[in-house]
């Protein structure tokens, strides 16, 4: 009997969704906003895409600001993943705690 093989996508605690949100973000090294793009989010994190002349680094710690309909959303995380892409840079972010359902909903 063969053992099905687990896929990334089931290893996940929290189911994903595509998002392309605009936001603004800072980290702990640079304490001033720059733009960026949210491609998914999880109550636990989310993929992020920034622009080729950021200063993208693993293990920084960022904070996300994002409108949505007059509110302010902050989420705080820790970049665990950098990858290069042809126009930017695409960051995994584990936050640092559990986004509120209610707000995932609303970003999502």
């Not at 973000?25 to 622009?51: L, Q």
């Amino acid at each position: 009997m063969q053992i099905p093989i687990e896929t990334k996508a089931n290893l996940r605690s929290y189911k994903r969704f595509t998002v392309l949100q605009k936001a603004q973000y800072y980290t702990e090294k640079n304490h001033f906003y720059r733009d960026c793009t949210i491609i998914e989010i999880s109550r636990s994190g989310a993929a992020i895409m920034f622009p080729k002349d950021e200063n993208v680094v693993k293990d920084n710690i960022i904070v996300l600001e994002v409108l949505k309909e007059l509110e302010t959303i902050v989420l705080k995380g820790s970049i665990v993943r950098v990858s290069m892409i042809e126009n930017g840079y695409i960051a995994g972010v584990k936050f640092t705690k559990l986004i509120d359902m209610n707000v995932l909903q609303h970003l999502a």
